[in-house]
């Protein structure tokens, strides 16, 4: 499987931005896709999933309202919109796959990471 995220960049407080992950050498077997992140310092965290097949969602309470998630079957992508954002947004974005929506937030399945976007949120 290989998992390349883009998207991000630097943008200012209450800015946008869409983050995309392609998905390639891979069947899709598991259920959902989600998105991650990693601040300096701190533990990589849970961000968005959604289910590959029905497009159910779910997201970590921090970015509820203000970041979608949704997916491309016919591009095997994965995007992130990121709207309102702030300060504490700013991290390394990555992707990863799981069981189901929620189930992927302690359990991604892909054990090797791909390289992340860096987002960063100027105060």
């Known amino acids: 499987v290989q998992l390349v995220e883009s998207g991000g960049g630097l943008v200012k407080a209450g800015g946008s931005l869409r983050l995309s992950c392609a998905v390639s050498?891979?069947?899709?077997?598991?259920?959902?896709m989600g998105w991650f992140r990693q601040a300096p310092g701190k533990e990589r965290e849970f961000v968005a999933s959604?289910?590959?097949?029905?497009?159910?969602?779910y997201y970590t309470d921090s970015v509820l309202g203000r970041f979608a998630i949704s997916r491309d079957k016919s591009k095997n992508t994965v995007y992130l919109q990121m709207n309102s954002l702030k300060f504490d947004d700013t991290a390394v974005y990555y992707c990863?796959?799981?069981?189901?929506?929620?189930?992927?937030?302690?359990?991604?399945?892909?054990?090797?990471w791909g390289l992340g976007t860096q987002v960063t949120v100027s105060s």
């Open positions: 990863n796959a799981g069981l189901d929506t929620r189930n992927i937030v302690l359990n991604p399945l892909f054990r090797d």
């Open positions: 050498h891979y069947s899709f077997t598991s259920e959902a």
């Open positions: 959604i289910s590959w097949f029905s497009g159910d969602t």
